[in-house]
């Protein structure tokens, strides 16, 4: 079909060739066709083809500019004339292997990406010197935050020496800095042994050839006579300053993008890059280049642009050109909103199955686009129950699905035999259908002793050693002896088979192509193609060094499993069956389909709710402003976390716009747009604000549409429409089991043998009639058990105390909260350079108070210490006093030994000295435990206990000396709380302290109190 380019595209083919120009082009309005055309004009004006160079962003997008060109130039295409496509990062990485002799980097350097880097950054972790602010309780938190600052200081042209100048700071986010940027300078060194680069190092020696040999960059540019620059929004500053080098002083560069398809922000993409084109990129007079606009939308119905230019309205402050159609379709906008996340998967489903059934739409003629991988499992069991094909597209999604999820837990089991979810994943699956009470008699093997943390057998162990001292049954017995069978011939052929080779492998041993072949049709396709995807991945996936490492490949599908993944920056590659495919926006930029489903559409999800980690004075991995190169156009911080905070959530409001606007701007024919009130048991879920833009647009069809939140769902697991298929019941056996009760004769008539079905009913019978009878179960001790953490609530508040350990209540989530867990962590960490990985949890630590808000940083305090150079006798060290009115839990933060025999107990406080005098039975009850002889094993011949309290600018102490008199008084109070704490009253006690309890919601004495002492 010949196409009719528009007056805004004829003027945009027609633009001068030797100047530069910015192309405005909005979602769907032939932005591809319009950059051939141009080329092809300039082609047939005199540019040859091969000094014609188009840069893009993703493979993809490359490929399918040069298919166009071909088309569009055929008889040149034939001669072997091609104009040069290719990405940004894949022209640098031309450059550097054709002149980076200059900078250092040999013609065979090979380039890697995110994954293998984060392997680098791994192993550069684990065999590093000792950190003193990395908590290392969970490495791959760390591998993270120093993967991020990596690409930070990449994007804008920076090495790690910049963060290392200087003696080690003190200040502690400073200090994790700096040791994350160690342990960046020691990949970057790796990285030059191995003669290696990622991406961020393509642009970054590129900008480094090009600044130091001009003459390089003249050579480069006087190949070619126009150069096209597609989706330039979505480029970093780093990458703009190489282009500067290259194509400055009015080379005909023409940038093409759309601001408001800026999604990628959070890695390094700039607005300012597309905002500023004209200034950075002006003609040979100086004069800024010229910015044509292309407006028209080819794809989209009427109907989902006014969506899609509602959502542009908030985001745009200043006056724009809105989308408007080229089309006359209509095209539908449906919005629904359902009670529970359960209700929407399955409205959705039915919708899709609808339109495949009654208005026959092809299953590749629809899309289910996800905010988030998260939210891909439910919809996906949705499809299943409704026999709907479907393709897991999203990278960090196809992990979920079950057979790949199966296929991953072999992996995982052959690579580690200690992974019990893995080895458990496999026998309560499919393949051996174990249940947990065949795995029962196992336990006492592998169930941790009282005294040791540690697991005495790994369960594979276990398996591997049953002998007929352990009693199970012999079907069960039978299963696991044929898994020790089909685990030992693998383990075998892993060690001389290539990854992809051992996962096709594991399928045959574990017969598992055999029961995708016996499902039904839809089932078994949709198996097969998230099978392949995972086969392929493996296949593409190879080492650094060496063979292929099965830990480090899994290690790479752990980054995977992370929505912020940086695999979902390319587009999706669908296949040609005939599925639903399910991808996050992200992966769906640059696609399009008739029908477009996005579910989850509620607030704090689509748009997604501002998270933090950007603002260097308080995130580590965050890149300080005066190293970027974008600055100036950055929020301008000032160190005050509230007022930073609200800047950059507003930065991040708009990111999420945008995404909103990407996802609607696939859809061709009709949008669903769908949320539900109920995500958790938690809280309802507020309309998002793109919903409510999709309500006020005009022709809006509400479908479900639930108004209230009513009350939370009892579950939030999807309800099979019509049981699971089974071979004897047709209605499913769930629908048998309900039929069996309430007509007991009901399966006797199904029999073909009644006589043999009585028979083996007898004998049932017997066997259960045999079974002894369940032993008494004792009589709950009187004696009441609580936490340290509890007793001070009790002291202070009874009621608190009742509404938090006796019938607790909802408790909100508290950032102030979660720094002083987090000051208790780093200064543990200081302490013994990590905690067990088992107890790193954020309910570890006793009485836990809020670190002010504009405080000085507590651990900075406590660096100035009298302790931060003293090594204490005993770290977290857990009590369990038993008293006569009741047990007393809890855990101590440390104990220093002054002299033999002479302890200081000191508990770490984040906040500032309080009045209240409650406090202290905390002290008490540590003070008791030790002379009881439950710390260490010796008893101090003194003792002192000391709160110490660090959110001030100096310590402050409040200690006191531990004598007879004042240990029987500390004994005779808790013994008297241990009797409060049983009941049956709980009275409320209002003060100060309601301004931070988590439940002055609930407490009228509470909100009283504070209405009638407003804070000044």
Excluded at 347 to 374: C, P, Y
Excluded at 461 to 490: H, P
Excluded at 648 to 670: C, F, M, P, S, W
Excluded at 714 to 742: H, K
Aim: proline fraction near 7%.
């Amino acid at each position: 079909m010949k196409i009719v380019p528009s007056p805004e595209q004829l003027a945009i083919i027609g633009y001068d060739t030797d100047k530069p120009l910015r192309v405005d082009a909005g979602a769907g309005t032939g932005k591809t066709t319009t950059i051939v055309l141009r080329l092809q004009a300039a082609v047939e004006s005199g540019v040859p083809p091969e000094r014609a160079l188009g840069l893009t962003f993703t493979n993809k997008a490359a490929e399918e500019l040069s298919d166009r060109l071909r088309e569009a130039l055929p008889e040149l295409s034939q001669e072997g004339r091609e104009v040069e496509v290719t990405t940004y990062h894949g022209f640098a990485y031309g450059l550097l292997r054709e002149f980076g002799a200059f900078v250092g980097v040999e013609r065979d350097v090979r380039l890697i990406g995110p994954g293998y880097v984060r392997e680098l950054i791994h192993e550069e972790l684990s065999t590093g010197p000792g950190y003193q602010f990395l908590d290392l309780t969970f490495p791959p938190g760390r591998v993270n935050e120093t993967s991020m600052i990596m690409r930070h200081l990449a994007d804008n042209l920076q090495s790690a020496a910049p963060l290392l100048r200087g003696p080690k700071p003190v200040d502690a986010v400073a200090g994790k800095r700096y040791e994350l940027a160690e342990i960046a300078s020691r990949v970057e060194t790796t990285k030059r042994r191995l003669g290696l680069v990622d991406y961020g190092d393509l642009v970054r020696l590129v900008h480094d050839l090009l600044a130091g040999n001009p003459f390089v960059a003249e050579r480069v540019a006087s190949r070619y006579r126009m150069v096209l620059l597609d989706e330039y929004q979505d480029t970093d500053p780093g990458q703009r300053e190489m282009l500067r080098l290259l194509f400055s002083s009015g080379f005909p560069l023409t940038a093409v993008g759309d601001p408001d398809q800026t999604i990628y922000e959070w890695r390094g993409a700039s607005l300012a890059n597309f905002r500023d084109f004209p200034t950075h990129f002006p003609d040979a007079a100086g004069t800024p280049a010229q910015s044509l606009p292309l407006s028209a939308n080819r794809r989209s119905a009427p109907i989902i642009l006014k969506l899609a230019n509602k959502v542009r309205d908030l985001l745009h402050a200043e006056e724009y050109k809105p989308l408007r159609p080229a089309g006359i379709q209509p095209g539908a906008l449906i919005v629904s909103r359902y009670h529970s996340a359960a209700d929407e998967a399955v409205g959705v489903a039915q919708e899709v199955r609808r339109l495949h059934d009654e208005d026959e739409v092809d299953w590749t003629d629809m899309a289910i686009l996800f905010r988030k991988n998260a939210q891909i499992p439910l919809i996906r069991d949705a499809l299943e129950a409704y026999d709907i094909p479907y393709e897991v597209a999203a990278l960090g999604g196809l992990l979920s699905v079950p057979v790949v999820a199966d296929l991953k837990a072999w992996l995982e089991v052959i690579a580690d035999s200690s992974h019990a979810p893995a080895l458990l994943r496999i026998l309560l699956g499919g393949s051996f259908r174990l249940g947990l009470g065949d795995l029962k008699p196992l336990a006492d093997l592998v169930r941790p002793s009282r005294d040791d943390a540690d697991p005495r057998v790994p369960l594979l162990e276990a398996i591997d050693q049953l002998d007929e001292k352990v009693e199970v049954g012999n079907q069960t017995r039978a299963r696991l002896a044929r898994f020790t069978r089909i685990y030992r011939k693998l383990l075998v052929a892993a060690q001389g088979l290539s990854l992809v080779e051992l996962a096709r492998r594991i399928l045959d041993e574990t017969e598992a192509w055999a029961e995708i072949d016996a499902l039904a049709p839809n089932p078994s396709l949709t198996s097969r193609l998230n099978l392949y995807r995972f086969l392929d991945l493996a296949e593409e996936w190879s080492p650094l060094q060496g063979r292929p490492s099965l830990k480090a490949f899994l290690g790479y599908l752990n980054t995977l499993d992370e929505d912020s993944t940086s695999q979902e920056l390319d587009t999706a590659r669908l296949g040609d069956e005939n599925v639903v495919p399910l991808l996050t926006i992200h992966r769906s930029k640059g696609l399009e389909w008739d029908n477009v489903f996005i579910p989850a559409v509620v607030k704090d999800t689509l748009p997604s709710g501002y998270r933090g980690g950007d603002n260097p004075y308080f995130a580590a991995a965050a890149l300080p402003h005066e190293l970027r190169l974008d600055r100036d156009v950055l929020p301008q911080l000032t160190g005050d976390e509230r007022a930073d905070r609200a800047a950059l959530r507003e930065r991040h409001y708009d990111q999420e716009l945008r995404t909103a606007y990407v996802g609607i701007t696939r859809a061709k024919n009709r949008l669903y747009i769908s949320g539900a009130h109920w995500y958790t048991d938690k809280r309802p879920k507020l309309m998002s604000p793109v919903m409510e833009a999709a309500l006020e647009v005009d022709g809006v069809e509400r479908a479900t549409f639930i108004e209230e939140p009513g009350d939370a769902p009892g579950m939030l697991r999807l309800q099979s429409p019509a049981g699971s298929p089974d071979p004897v019941f047709e209605a499913g056996w769930q629908e048998a089991m309900r039929t069996a009760i309430a007509d007991t004769e009901a399966m006797r008539n199904l029999a073909q043998d009644p006589v043999a079905y009585d028979e083996a009913m007898d004998q049932t019978r017997l066997m259960l009639e045999s079974l002894p009878q369940p032993a008494a179960v004792p009589a709950a001790l009187d004696q009441p058990v609580t936490s340290v953490t509890g007793l001070v609530s009790l002291a202070g508040c009874p009621q608190r105390f009742y509404w938090a350990e006796v019938d607790p209540l909802p408790r909100r989530s508290s950032r102030a909260m979660r720094r002083g867990v987090e000051v208790h962590r780093m200064i543990e960490l200081h302490a013994l350079g990590q905690i067990p990985l088992w107890e790193a949890s954020d309910d570890i630590y006793d009485a836990v108070e809020p670190a002010p808000r504009g405080a000085a940083r507590p651990f900075d305090t406590f660096m100035n210490s009298r302790w931060a150079n003293r090594r204490a006798a005993f770290v977290e060290v857990p009590i369990d006093l038993q008293l006569q009115n009741g047990r007393i839990r809890g855990r101590i933060d440390a104990v220093y030994e002054d002299r033999p025999g002479a302890w200081e107990i000191v508990d770490w406080k984040s906040g500032i000295p309080s009045s209240d005098a409650t406090r202290i039975i905390q002290l008490q009850a540590y003070a008791v435990a030790a002379m009881d002889g439950l710390i260490g094993d010796s008893i101090p011949s003194s003792l002192k206990v000391t709160f110490c309290y660090l959110g001030g600018a100096t310590v402050e102490e409040v200690g006191y000396e531990v004598t007879s008199e004042w240990l029987d008084d500390a004994r005779e109070q808790l013994e008297v709380a241990l009797l409060a704490s049983a009941g049956p009253d709980f009275p409320q006690v209002a003060g100060t302290r309601c301004r931070s309890c988590d439940f002055t919601r609930f407490c009228e004495s509470g909100k009283a109190w504070i209405a009638a002492n407003p804070t000044s």
